[in-house]
């Protein structure tokens, strides 16, 4: 009888412990798709191996849908000759997300405009500014309409190169967010670069702020958006941009209408939806549609909500509004149905 006290107090100690670190912070560092990622997942120590598990699936993701690696699946299909190709259900399901999105928002997302992105020097970092003969060239072979996806069959045309670059990281904001889910995580923020998603609320039952960064620089957000369980994602033009000898600055979001970076007053777009494929795919397409098509766009849809920032105010439809926070460095106005 003596023995059993101690060991019962034991149990009890333990358990106590469990209860007191179930709700820590777990954090994982992930750079991959050129990107800085940072996983967080609250619970006890388990969490640790489904965040391994997910930085697992961003390497294998990167690994299947870069353009730039011989071995992946746009790769073979940008280099097959316009012969189809057999890709997984993985890139299947991105590429019609894609047809979807470009067809909605009248051909601005286009995924073959990626030869123009790499004369501007956007893929590599060596930028400069094409001359109007070369982008007439290669926009001769921009046109998403000519890719056939046909269940786990891609066909690039002869010519045409694409690249995912615009929807890829919502994707992969997807599966890591499913894998985690499906481990039991029930709180949980991951950041791949500008795209945001959530799991959950926080462990204190409120819900997940995202700032929305300010592309004029500085440290004072333009506001805070408040999700449970949704994508944020955001497309800017400080994200990837350079400025030539003569002060003109360019950046990495291409109108595919003249080949040259989307410049129509928009400074940025957020997506808020459950989708981040979806919603990463509309942050650029948008991006490039400008502010009243973009608000025509949100108008003919019921899946997302957004904020568009231009040089001198906010943009915040309503659905999103409740769960806004402006901050002081533009005034914002709410877009109606
Ligand atoms: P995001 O940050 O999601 O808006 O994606 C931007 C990236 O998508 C760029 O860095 C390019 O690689 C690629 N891109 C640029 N313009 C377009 C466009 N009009 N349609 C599809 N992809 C684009
Ligand atoms: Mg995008």
Known sequence: MKRIFPLAAACLMLTGCGA???????????????????????????????????????????????????????????????????????????????????AESGGALQISVYPVVQAWGFTTGSYRVPGEAEIAELLQNVDDTR????????????????????????????????????????????????????????????????????????????????VGNKAVITSGDYERCFTAEDGTRYWHIIDPADGAPADNGLRSVTVIGESGLRCDA?????????????????????DFEMILVTDDRLFVTEGIVNDFDAGSVLPWEEITR
């Open 147 to 226: 890719i056939l996806i046909e269940g786990n069959t891609l066909t690039v045309p002869e010519g045409m190169q694409i690249d995912l670059g615009a929807l890829a990281k919502g994707y992969t904001g997807d599966a890591v967010t499913a894998l985690l889910r499906e481990a039991g995580i029930t709180s949980a923020i991951v950041n791949l670069g500008g795209n945001v998603q959530t799991i959950g609320t926080k462990p204190d039952g409120s819900k997940w702020a995202v700032g929305i960064e300010n592309p004029f620089g500085g440290d004072q957000l333009l506001g805070t958006v408040h």
């Open 20 to 102: 007191q670190h179930a709700n820590e912070k777990h954090s994982r560092d992930v750079f991959a798709m050129d990107t800085y990622m940072l996983l967080t997942a609250y619970g006890n120590d388990s969490v640790n191996e489904p965040l391994i598990r997910a930085e697992e699936k961003i390497t294998a993701l990167e690994h299947m849908l870069s353009v730039t690696d011989a071995g992946s699946e746009i790769y073979a299909a940008n280099h097959a000759g316009g012969a189809p190709v057999t890709v997984s259900g993985d890139t299947a399901a991105i590429l019609r997300t894609a047809a979807d999105v470009s």
């Open 282 to 302: 509309l942050s650029t397409a948008l991006f490039v549609e400008g502010t009243e098509k973009a608000i025509a766009h949100w108008r003919a849809c019921d």
